[in-house]
């Protein structure tokens, strides 16, 4: 009967939509608190352009280990891989042999091959995604430097004219201490993300494999037991986390138009926690894609605070842990007060946020 | 009887590694045991090992415990040990004269620091519930930041005699002094196994929590033990670490050894899920990954650079070879050959299975 009670108006709000509740209002307050505290810089529409300007390859990878995580595993070579990508592209580019669309190719290859790799041996091998993903990192890295160990500047014109091309939006914009008039400008990589954002989303959301993954993160027994296949979701997860990685490592070079051995050092770290930020956890069936964005954004503009603030770099580090033990917290003791039935939190039906309502029943 | 089987089955896949490396390098150079007297002290490629190896082997002591209780990893194990390490130069440094004394308080004064980074974690995972990998992925960004800070300055020298011999050798022992400090925690690792519950317990909570709870076992302060026994372990490797290489470098002190750390556990046989443990595994794994480091760069006259995909490659077919599907199908096929022999028509194709079967690389699944 409950299930039929489940369909009137009055829901509770899943665990999922919660968390990214939770993320999306830190990172409304704050982007106001950044506002309030240096409004010559944060109110520029250009800032936050920038934010998905600069950081378009985080965003990306993010989004591709959002999906990992979900289904319930972990992907740690996405760094490594984007780094691999980064070089790989930039040597054929340098080479004079390669196009554009051949370097493009060959990043996608590159992702997909690892995808293929990992999400093979952790889906149908069954071996733990921490130890394999760490082989596919130390592979990656391995292949980095045996490729080329010098930082690499990519000449070719059809690829600079690439890395230079913005889109401008002329009706908005900031008038310098001049007072000329200087336009938004929106890269391609930011582009890229949007897309991305919208299909994953997507397919998360309204396809039968998003559905999958989110019923073998909650409970790969009971997923095999509905008939779902279970290793073929997992495969299919890594592959396109592999193939996000690749992705990232191609707007990535062409965000900085050339690679370094160093480049996308320790990002999977950083997308892992833009994740947790964004509300998925790492036991797998709860989370949000819309969230993992917001996640990466909120590090982000805690990034550029610090970076306004003036503080020591080595602050900035220590500050960002902070915030990020503030987050966790914060988002672990809603959880419990939830998980005690003494939180109850129920939106209007105009308010409710579009994701699964398989936590709806619990707690 | 049985339960020795048990327990050798468990460490099959940490021993057969180590076997297989052993070979590898004896086929490379025969004097691969050789080892040679220096004023006194013993060096050789195994002494070498053991020495190199000694901070990973007490990480991943501290990390087995760990990821058995709380079924999940700290990864902030060397950002850990690097801050124990600067509370430690710190008091040396500013002891003035450096004696034996100096050296213990200091010694004690960065297991406090490790106690308090325990405490920090600890309160993380088992009160807030947060996952392990996560809690410690605070320290992890923020941890060298604050020993640089601790330090004041970049890589302050720890230039005293005292140091230098618990970093390399005393004079008149023939071990290197970190072999016998490893040894030592060792052994008190598992006196402290041997006479208390705290494996029962640990092993309880990580198979799992709720019916630990039922049964009078308090997973909270179980997962909190560990962390705590884990900050203990980052101070005695950041310890060694920084009395062997003399000076406190906060930046590249003990940089991925989480990763190594983690990688010991898993070849160790254990599960990353939690559950039942063995330290034994673990420090096995440890030695390995260190001799499989020193193999490929033996091995392979390349940039050693180029030594993370070989490494890679290494890991990959060992999981691969250890992954429970494998050994189902190898258990499927001695049985199979089994039973062929014993119907007594052991037929021609039956030669190239069992010649599968017979590869040391599979471990053949126990039979219940």
Same mark, same amino acid.
């Given at each position: 009967?409950?299930?039929?009670?489940?369909?009137?108006?009055?829901?509770? @709000?899943?665990?999922?939509? $919660?968390?990214? #509740?939770?993320?999306?209002? +830190?990172? %409304?307050? *704050?982007?106001? !608190?950044?506002?309030?505290?240096?409004?010559?810089?944060?109110?520029?529409?250009?800032?936050?352009?920038?934010?998905?300007?600069?950081?378009?390859?985080?965003?990306?990878?993010?989004?591709?280990?959002?999906?990992?995580?979900?289904?319930?595993?972990?992907?740690?070579?996405?760094?490594?891989?984007?780094?691999?990508?980064?070089?790989?592209?930039?040597?054929?580019?340098?080479?004079?042999?390669?196009?554009?669309?051949?370097?493009?190719?060959?990043?996608?290859?590159?992702?997909?091959?690892?995808?293929?790799?990992?999400?093979?041996?952790?889906?149908?091998?069954?071996?733990?995604?921490?130890?394999?993903?760490?082989?596919?990192?130390? @592979?990656?890295?391995?292949? $980095?430097?045996? #490729?080329?160990?010098?930082? +690499?500047? %990519?000449? *070719?014109?059809? !690829?600079?004219?690439?890395?230079?091309?913005?889109?401008?939006?002329?009706?908005?914009?900031?008038?310098?201490?001049?007072?000329?008039?200087?336009?938004?400008?929106?890269?391609?990589?930011?582009?890229?993300?949007?897309?991305?954002?919208?299909?994953?989303?997507?397919?998360?959301?309204?396809?039968?494999?998003?559905?999958?993954?989110?019923?073998?993160?909650?409970?790969?027994?009971?997923?095999?037991?509905?008939?779902?296949?279970?290793?073929?979701?997992?495969?299919?997860?890594?592959?396109?986390?592999?193939?996000?990685?690749?992705?990232?490592?191609?707007?990535?070079?062409?965000?900085?138009?050339?690679?370094?051995?160093?480049?996308?050092?320790?990002?999977?770290?950083?997308?892992?926690?833009?994740?947790?930020?964004?509300?998925?956890?790492?036991?797998?069936?709860?989370?949000?894609?819309?969230?993992?964005?917001?996640?990466?954004?909120?590090?982000?503009?805690?990034?550029?605070?610090?970076?306004?603030?003036?503080?020591?770099?080595?602050?900035?580090?220590?500050?960002?842990?902070?915030?990020?033990?503030?987050?966790?917290?914060?988002?672990?003791?809603?959880?419990?007060?939830?998980?005690?039935?003494?939180?109850?939190?129920?939106?209007?039906?105009?308010?409710?946020?579009?994701?699964?309502?398989?936590?709806?029943?619990?707690? | 009887?049985?339960?020795?089987?048990?327990?050798?089955?468990?460490?099959?896949?940490?021993?057969?590694?180590?076997?297989?490396?052993?070979?590898?390098?004896?086929?490379?150079?025969?004097?691969?045991?050789?080892?040679?007297?220096?004023?006194?002290?013993?060096?050789?490629?195994?002494?070498?090992?053991?020495?190199?190896?000694?901070?990973?082997?007490?990480?991943?002591?501290?990390?087995?415990?760990?990821?058995?209780?709380?079924?999940?990893?700290?990864?902030?194990?060397?950002?850990?040990?690097?801050?124990?390490?600067?509370?430690?130069?710190?008091?040396?440094?500013?002891?003035?004269?450096?004696?034996?004394?100096?050296?213990?308080?200091?010694?004690?004064?960065?297991?406090?620091?490790?106690?308090?980074?325990?405490?920090?974690?600890?309160?993380?995972?088992?009160?807030?519930?947060?996952?392990?990998?996560?809690?410690?992925?605070?320290?992890?960004?923020?941890?060298?930041?604050?020993?640089?800070?601790?330090?004041?300055?970049?890589?302050?020298?720890?230039?005293?005699?005292?140091?230098?011999?618990?970093?390399?050798?005393?004079?008149?022992?023939?071990?290197?002094?970190?072999?016998?400090?490893?040894?030592?925690?060792?052994?008190?690792?598992?006196?402290?196994?041997?006479?208390?519950?705290?494996?029962?317990?640990?092993?309880?909570?990580?198979?799992?929590?709720?019916?630990?709870?039922?049964?009078?076992?308090?997973?909270?302060?179980?997962?909190?033990?560990?962390?705590?026994?884990?900050?203990?372990?980052?101070?005695?490797?950041?310890?060694?670490?920084?009395?062997?290489?003399?000076?406190?470098?906060?930046?590249?002190?003990?940089?991925?050894?989480?990763?190594?750390?983690?990688?010991?556990?898993?070849?160790?046989?254990?599960?990353?899920?939690?559950?039942?443990?063995?330290?034994?595994?673990?420090?096995?794994?440890?030695?390995?990954?260190?001799?499989?480091?020193?193999?490929?760069?033996?091995?392979?006259?390349?940039?050693?650079?180029?030594?993370?995909?070989?490494?890679?490659?290494?890991?990959?077919?060992?999981?691969?070879?250890?992954?429970?599907?494998?050994?189902?199908?190898?258990?499927?096929?001695?049985?199979?050959?089994?039973?062929?022999?014993?119907?007594?028509?052991?037929?021609?194709?039956?030669?190239?299975?069992?010649?599968?079967?017979?590869?040391?690389?599979?471990?053949?699944?126990?039979?219940?």
């Amino acid at each position: 009967m409950r299930s039929l009670n489940a369909a009137k108006p009055k829901k509770r @709000l899943s665990n999922s939509n $919660l968390l990214f #509740l939770i993320a999306a209002v +830190i990172f %409304v307050l *704050m982007y106001l !608190f950044a506002i309030i505290s240096f409004p010559g810089s944060f109110l520029q529409f250009q800032t936050f352009f920038d934010l998905f300007n600069l950081n378009a390859p985080l965003i990306i990878m993010t989004l591709g280990l959002c999906i990992v995580m979900i289904v319930g595993g972990i992907d740690i070579s996405i760094g490594q891989v984007c780094a691999l990508v980064m070089m790989a592209c930039a040597v054929l580019l340098e080479s004079g042999l390669g196009s554009v669309w051949g370097a493009l190719l060959l990043a996608l290859g590159i992702g997909i091959a690892f995808g293929l790799l990992q999400g093979y041996l952790i889906a149908y091998l069954e071996i733990q995604p921490f130890i394999i993903t760490l082989a596919g990192l130390f @592979l990656a890295k391995g292949l $980095l430097t045996t #490729l080329h160990k010098d930082p +690499i500047n %990519v000449t *070719m014109p059809a !690829f600079v004219s690439l890395v230079d091309f913005k889109i401008v939006i002329p009706w908005l914009g900031t008038e310098n201490r001049l007072g000329v008039f200087i336009p938004c400008e929106i890269k391609a990589g930011a582009v890229v993300v949007v897309v991305l954002v919208v299909l994953l989303a997507a397919l998360m959301k309204w396809t039968r494999f998003g559905r999958n993954v989110y019923a073998v993160g909650g409970n790969e027994q009971s997923a095999m037991m509905l008939g779902i296949n279970v290793k073929r979701t997992k495969f299919f997860a890594y592959v396109i986390c592999g193939l996000t990685a690749g992705i990232a490592g191609f707007v990535f070079i062409m965000q900085i138009g050339g690679a370094n051995v160093g480049s996308a050092a320790l990002f999977e770290l950083k997308a892992i926690a833009s994740n947790i930020i964004g509300g998925t956890l790492l036991n797998g069936g709860v989370g949000n894609l819309l969230g993992s964005p917001i996640g990466a954004l909120t590090l982000l503009v805690i990034n550029e605070l610090i970076r306004a603030a003036g503080v020591q770099s080595n602050f900035q580090a220590i500050v960002s842990g902070l915030l990020l033990y503030l987050f966790i917290v914060l988002q672990s003791v809603v959880m419990s007060l939830r998980g005690r039935r003494k939180f109850r939190l129920v939106l209007a039906p105009w308010l409710r946020l579009p994701g699964m309502k398989k936590a709806e029943n619990q707690g | 009887m049985r339960r020795l089987k048990a327990q050798v089955s468990h460490l099959f896949l940490p021993l057969s590694v180590l076997v297989i490396l052993i070979i590898i390098n004896l086929i490379k150079g025969a004097d691969y045991f050789s080892i040679t007297v220096v004023k006194g002290a013993l060096y050789g490629n195994i002494p070498n090992i053991l020495f190199g190896a000694s901070e990973l082997v007490i990480l991943s002591i501290g990390m087995a415990l760990v990821t058995a209780a709380s079924q999940g990893q700290d990864i902030g194990i060397g950002a850990g040990a690097t801050i124990t390490s600067a509370v430690f130069v710190l008091f040396v440094l500013n002891a003035g004269e450096v004696t034996l004394l100096t050296i213990l308080a200091g010694f004690l004064v960065s297991c406090v620091a490790g106690l308090v980074i325990g405490v920090f974690n600890g309160i993380l995972v088992s009160v807030f519930k947060v996952q392990p990998m996560v809690a410690t992925l605070i320290l992890f960004m923020g941890g060298r930041s604050i020993a640089f800070m601790i330090d004041g300055r970049l890589s302050p020298i720890l230039a005293n005699d005292i140091s230098n011999q618990i970093g390399t050798v005393i004079p008149g022992v023939p071990l290197q002094t970190p072999i016998i400090l490893t040894a030592v925690f060792i052994a008190i690792v598992a006196v402290v196994l041997k006479t208390t519950n705290l494996r029962l317990y640990v092993e309880s909570v990580g198979i799992n929590p709720s019916a630990a709870r039922l049964n009078g076992i308090d997973p909270k302060k179980i997962i909190f033990l560990t962390f705590l026994i884990m900050g203990i372990c980052t101070a005695v490797a950041g310890f060694i670490a920084v009395n062997k290489a003399g000076r406190h470098d906060s930046v590249n002190l003990l940089k991925f050894i989480m990763m190594d750390a983690i990688l010991a556990v898993a070849i160790g046989g254990n599960s990353l899920g939690g559950g039942k443990f063995s330290i034994t595994g673990s420090i096995i794994g440890a030695y390995t990954i260190e001799m499989l480091n020193r193999t490929l760069l033996r091995l392979i006259d390349v940039d050693p650079a180029t030594i993370p995909a070989f490494k890679a490659v290494f890991i990959i077919i060992l999981m691969v070879v250890a992954s429970p599907v494998v050994r189902d199908f190898a258990a499927k096929a001695l049985r199979w050959v089994r039973f062929r022999a014993d119907s007594g028509t052991v037929p021609e194709t039956g030669a190239p299975d069992a010649a599968v079967v017979s590869d040391p690389d599979t471990p053949a699944k126990k039979e219940v």
